[in-house]
């Protein structure tokens, strides 16, 4: 059904960003430049340069752990989100903060960025997602898919439907605003993250190892693949910007290179190898500048990875 675009690869660590004293749970890139962003268990949110592979500095700390973050580039917002529930709207560009909301009583683990309605939904451990108008820092809508953890989410530029992955294992097929258009168990465990597919299909990945392909109609879903992926637990899916390569990140301290296409398997980064993470690998993101796929860790290390196709 697809066909492969990638032969082989090549995989070079570029660097290690090290200065955060507890795991780092989150990060973000800042379209058209260097700059990366990471936050974590020690509360503080660090700008680095991907050029120079330095730390720029500490833009600020928030109350407690932070598991996600979210750039908003229309306005040079960051929004943070806290495992107390809190939610920060910090102002890069005057380096100050704007907003500090307290709708969540418990922890914020996913935060997204809708470009068009310039609105940013952020997820929550009870099962609750909440809608904020940026334009004007002000609460629009709360829903509860769940009752339990919402660690992913996506939205569908395509056709603006919103992908919710839920530790209750289903996924919710939602309109952009807030509509449920369709539900279905995709798992046998905690389903923890969703993204969409260049295809339109819907890929996802989970507590238990698997990363699966769907695809989505109206009100129903046809699994197209499924596949053991990992040991244990993944936290994190991405395409990379060429659209050549996902990637997934995973409990059991591995990240694996993907053929994009047809979701085949080309390589696996670790410690032995590679020099990789000693410990659970909790987000990956790949930025554009340079083409670099960037990782972070319970080991409290940023790492910067190239990854390079190799073809007849």
């Known amino acids: 059904m697809y066909s492969s675009r990638v032969l082989n690869i090549e995989v070079k660590k570029r660097g290690i960003l090290s200065g955060h004293a507890q795991p780092v749970y989150a990060l973000e890139k800042i379209p058209d430049s260097s700059f990366v962003l990471s936050a974590g268990g020690d509360r503080w949110i660090a700008l680095w340069d991907l050029d120079s592979m330095q730390s720029v500095k500490a833009l600020a700390q928030a109350t407690s752990t932070v ?18 529930g809190g939610l920060h709207i910090l102002d890069i560009k005057a380096s100050k903060p704007l907003k500090f909301f307290t709708i969540h009583q418990h922890a914020i683990f996913k935060l997204l960025y809708h470009p068009i309605r310039h609105w940013l939904y952020a997820s929550s451990a009870n099962g609750e997602i909440s ?14 898919p769940s009752t339990e953890k919402i660690r992913g989410l996506a939205l569908n530029s395509e056709n ?36 969409w597919h260049s295809s339109g299909d ?5 507590r238990d190892a698997h990363i699966r392909r769907w695809k989505i109609e109206s009100n129903s879903e046809h699994l197209i693949q499924n596949i053991p992926a990992h040991n244990y637990a993944i936290y994190s899916l991405v395409f990379s910007p060429d659209q050549y390569f996902m990637a997934s990140a995973s409990r059991d301290k591995t990240i694996k290179i993907w053929d994009a296409n047809e979701l085949q398997f080309l390589y696996r980064i670790n410690k032995e190898k590679n020099q990789g993470h000693t410990h659970s690998v909790n987000q990956i993101i790949w930025h554009p500048w340079n083409n670099l796929l960037i990782s972070c860790s319970d080991d409290k290390q940023i790492m910067i990875w190239h990854i390079e196709a190799v073809r007849n």
């Open 131 to 144: 809608v904020w108008d940026i334009e004007n820092l002000t609460l629009l809508h709360i829903i509860k």
């Open 160 to 195: 603006n439907q919103l992908a919710v992955a839920c530790s209750d294992s289903n996924i919710c097929i939602f309109s952009d605003e807030l509509t449920l258009l369709h539900k279905f168990p995709a798992h046998s465990w905690a389903t923890n993250t969703v993204i």
């Open 67 to 84: 598991y996600a973050l979210c750039f908003i580039p229309e306005f040079n917002f960051l929004a943070i989100g806290e495992a107390s």
């Open 202 to 206: 819907l890929i996802s990945a989970s």
